[in-house]
């Protein structure tokens, strides 16, 4: 038998130095490695011919990596948060644009501590105190309002966003979150810093973020808000799928976005995260979980297999059963109707790579890899496989497969 390995190169914490790709981290994130060889691997000779589609984009990882090979990519994200990370990266910026950028960086940098007395809007992160000092956070909140006065809040597709990627690095890296788990946990400290510190790590910042902005993206990649289970048409048929979903392991991607999404506005309030993540396939947080207990299905058709496995959880007699039951349930429900729709948006031929994860509940395995095979080949799919990618997890058997097929 062969030993699968870690393979940390197959993971986000591969892109966090990677030019454009290590702006802002989310965990799931896949690694542009994996990516940059899925992309290699389109069949097709010719560029025009190729157009790939990332219904699940997170941080664009695909869209960008196609982008910079030449290809055209669609991407599609529930999370208006990330459709307008996504557009940011994977947009083209002129050397005039970069250098007016670097002006009105100076001129904020210089006129925050003109409204460091100031009452500054606060965003309303619950317990904002275990994220930042007082003093951090009056110092963050006048660095916002010299950026909304200098540039305006953030707009999608508009080159401001580079300064606003600057400013969730650096609210992130001036926090107590500590990002050395799968999902971020916190210091027992908030730290202080002076004033120049934090001019010292956002010049330093903007200067990553603005010096991979000048290298010229080749092709066209877009992110666009909606719901991969309802794919609107674009007009487009695509030739490749090339993405990682949600994977039925609790992993709330709101909640990791939290701080960034609060800064930029484009959360106000904790019900928000809610009912963004209920939209969220496999989403888990706050009204997401309860909802789940009047959730009712909309389609039968999925493979028995998800059925048995679902009624073994639910027989396990533990506190939450019930509800873990449904939860993987609905999962699969989600990704099955999201492969029913897929059909229509292909062109003949479309290959398709899901990178996904297997998870347990109370002891009993979830092997997603098969389950989803298993939606695929009833939809019609054709030539379905799974390899392994890496192991996920030293202790329990978790792993990372790519999912392969296609549509004739
Ligand atoms: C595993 S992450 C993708 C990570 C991505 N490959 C990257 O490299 O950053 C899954 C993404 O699917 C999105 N998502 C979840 N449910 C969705 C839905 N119903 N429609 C569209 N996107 C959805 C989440 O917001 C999340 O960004």
Request: with cysteine; glycine share 4%; hydrophobic share 40%.
């Amino acid at each position: 038998m062969t030993l699968v390995k870690q393979r940390s190169d197959y993971t986000f914490k591969y892109n966090k130095t990677l030019d454009r790709h290590g702006w802002l981290r989310l965990t799931p994130a896949y690694s542009v490695k994996l990516v940059e060889e899925l992309v290699r691997k389109t069949k097709m000779e010719r560029l025009n011919d190729v157009f790939i589609l990332d219904p699940f984009s997170g941080t664009a990882t695909t869209g960008l990596v196609a982008a910079q090979t030449g290809f055209s990519a669609h991407l599609y994200d529930i999370n208006p948060f990330l459709v307008w990370l996504g557009n940011a990266k994977c947009a083209s910026y002129s050397q005039e644009t970069i250098d007016e950028l670097w002006e009105s960086a100076y001129r904020i940098v210089a006129d925050y501590k003109l409204a460091l007395n100031d009452e500054n809007w606060e965003p309303g992160i619950h317990k904002i105190e275990r994220w930042w000092s007082a003093h951090t956070l009056r110092i963050l909140k006048a660095i916002r309002r010299a950026i909304v006065d200098e540039l305006g809040e953030p707009e999608l597709n508009n080159a401001n966003g580079l300064v606003w990627i600057a400013f969730c690095r650096l609210v992130i890296e001036t926090s107590a979150a500590a990002f050395n788990h799968v999902s971020l946990s916190f210091q027992d400290k908030t730290q202080v810093f002076a004033a120049q510190t934090i001019d010292i790590f956002f010049l330093d910042i903007l200067n990553t973020v603005l010096g991979a902005a000048k290298t010229p993206v080749m092709g066209d990649a877009h992110v666009y808000q909606a719901d991969s289970r309802f794919l609107p048409s674009s007009g487009v048929y695509y030739t490749h799928v090339i993405t990682s979903p949600p994977y039925p392991n609790r992993i709330s991607y709101i909640r990791e976005l939290r701080p960034y999404m609060y800064w930029t506005k484009f959360l106000q309030e904790a019900r928000e995260a809610g009912e963004l993540d209920w939209e969220a396939i496999g989403g888990t947080w706050g009204i997401a979980t309860s909802r789940l207990k009047g959730w009712q299905p909309e389609r039968s058709d999925l493979p028995s297999e998800v059925f048995d496995v679902c009624k073994m959880i639910e027989k396990s007699e533990n506190k939450n059963s019930l509800l873990m039951s449904r939860y993987v349930h609905k999962y699969f429900h989600d990704m099955h109707q999201h492969f029913a729709v897929l059909r229509d948006r292909l062109a003949v031929g479309a290959q398709l790579r899901y990178v996904v994860g297997n998870s347990t509940f109370y002891g009993i395995r979830v092997d997603t890899e098969k389950l989803l095979s298993l939606s695929l080949a009833q939809l019609g799919y054709e030539n379905i496989s799974q390899r392994i990618v890496r192991k996920r997890n030293s202790k329990k058997e978790l792993f990372e497969y790519c999912v392969s097929a296609t549509w004739q």
